[in-house]
């Protein structure tokens, strides 16, 4: 699994909230050999998670470089 590797990084990259919804994008690496993104999904109910999605996509080495400027606040 992914998350049991050595040299295991989880950098957040932003996080959106709208309602009784939530989504967390995360910048995943596995030391230099892989990087992706992972974006979770939240729906919540009387301040309780009662839902959760989430997606992931690795990232090719020729498309990392750049690849979170867009989504990251200022």
């Known amino acids: 699994p992914m998350f049991a590797r050595v040299n295991f990084t989880v950098t957040p990259v932003r996080t959106l909230w709208e309602g009784d919804l939530a989504t967390v ?5 596995v030391g230099a050999e892989m990087r992706a993104i992972v974006i979770d999904l939240y729906r919540f109910d009387q301040g309780r998670i009662v839902e959760h999605w989430d997606v992931k996509g690795e990232i090719e080495p020729d498309r990392r470089e750049g690849y979170f400027e867009g989504l990251r606040t200022r």
């Open 25 to 29: 994008i995360l910048d995943v690496r």
